[in-house]
């Protein structure tokens, strides 16, 4: 299928965020069908390069990825706490610049966790890596399995979000978010006025001695 090509079906680009690896996977089908694989490859940085390096090869990776396959939506994996800070954190740089590229594009971003992802592939919140690997496999008829498991991370992500968004949608539309009201105006305090000179007679020569209001 031409990357460029038309695509009656919706097309869901998954982004399993890092900055050592981030996962990017595409797919392309219809809520209750099986999808199909459109693309899917990961993006490397070397962990001793400067940050902001690493967080821009991520960019230009994910707008040539957006360029490329046009893709309806976007799906993050939602960031959760982890042990490692420093890895939490570099996922969660990662994931914004994931989003941030698609909110340029005015392309809808969903964010879901691992479990909801798990569950939507494998039935099951708590399936491992490898569960989730071989019914990616499965399901997009691969002939290998997608390497490494951000590869198959991120094409779940992709089915998850296929799979649920006429779910969101709906729940979307039942309970739509509040309008944003704009905020009144800040009314400021007059400033102070600087207080009025005031004339004393000096104790020592009897002549008149000015000080400021403030002394």
Same mark, same amino acid.
């Given at each position: 299928m +031409? !990357?460029?090509?038309?695509?009656?079906? +919706?097309?869901?680009?998954?982004?399993?965020p890092g900055l050592t690896r981030c996962g990017l996977g595409v797919v392309?089908?219809?809520?209750g069908r099986p999808p199909s694989l459109v693309a899917v490859d990961v993006i490397r940085t070397p962990a001793g390069d400067d940050i902001a390096a690493r967080l821009l090869a $991520?960019?230009?990776?994910?707008?040539?990825?957006?360029?490329?396959?046009?893709p309806d939506a976007v799906a993050v994996e939602r960031v959760f706490s982890q042990h490692n800070v420093r890895t939490v954190m570099g996922t969660a740089q990662a994931g914004a610049?994931?989003? $941030?590229?698609?909110a340029r594009r005015g392309? !809808?971003?969903?964010?879901?966790?691992?479990?909801?992802?798990?569950?939507? $592939?494998?039935?099951?919140?708590r399936a491992d890596k490898d569960q989730v690997t071989t019914m990616v496999t499965r399901l997009l008829r691969m002939t290998d399995a997608p390497r490494p498991a951000d590869a198959a991370d991120a094409l779940a992500l992709a089915i998850c979000h296929l799979w649920r968004a006429p779910a969101i949608a709906a729940r979307r539309a039942a309970h739509p978010a509040p309008p944003v009201t704009k905020a009144p105006p $800040?009314?400021?305090?007059p400033a102070p006025t600087k207080a009025p000179t005031v004339t004393v007679a000096s104790t020592v020569t009897g002549t008149p001695a000015t000080r400021g209001g403030g002394a």
């Open positions: +031409s !990357p460029t090509g038309p695509h009656p079906a +919706s097309r869901v680009l998954g982004v399993d392309e089908g219809l809520p $991520v960019e230009q990776e994910i707008e040539r990825w957006l360029d490329d396959y046009r610049v994931a989003i $941030v590229c698609a392309l !809808p971003v969903a964010l879901h966790t691992p479990s909801e992802v798990k569950a939507a $592939v494998t039935g099951s919140g $800040v009314t400021r305090a």
